[in-house]
């Protein structure tokens, strides 16, 4: 199953496919912010860039799932869904799916890896061995 843009988040998109993983950077707060939206949810600020991420972070949250839930997932059972707090900014955080080859585990650092998938490039994340 692949995530549709919208209005909001086609350039994360459109950044994800060039393999590049970016947030919105508020102009009037400077604070970064994920998922894409059109206010700051900090200081309700309109203006923002997008500016590229480290790609790193650390493992927050994850939860296995063993039960096909949408048939776009059967081929995937089971599959480990991740919240990472991103190494760019405290608090900031993104989800995707764990690399079947990393066992999770509170504070792992992790980094980014790109899957492209039909029209689509997903993240996932793994543990991160530098
Ligand atoms: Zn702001």
């Given amino acids: 199953m692949i995530p549709h843009a919208d209005a909001d988040s086609r350039a994360f998109w459109d950044r994800l496919e ?10 009037d707060c400077g604070l970064l912010r994920f998922p894409a939206a059109p206010l700051c949810p900090w200081c309700r600020g309109e203006q923002a860039d997008w500016e590229a991420l480290s790609g790193r972070g650390v493992l927050r949250s994850w939860t296995v799932t063993h039960r096909v839930a949408h048939p776009g997932f059967a081929d995937r059972v089971p599959y480990v869904s991740v919240l990472v707090e ?45």
């Fill in 18 to 27: 060039r393999h590049e993983l970016c947030a919105q950077r508020c102009d």
């Fill in 86 to 130: 991103l190494a760019d900014q405290p608090g900031l955080l993104l989800y995707g799916l764990l690399d079947p080859r990393t066992e999770p585990a509170g504070q792992l650092p992790v980094r980014v890896e790109f899957v492209d998938e039909g029209d689509r490039t997903t993240v996932r994340w793994r543990k991160d061995v530098r």
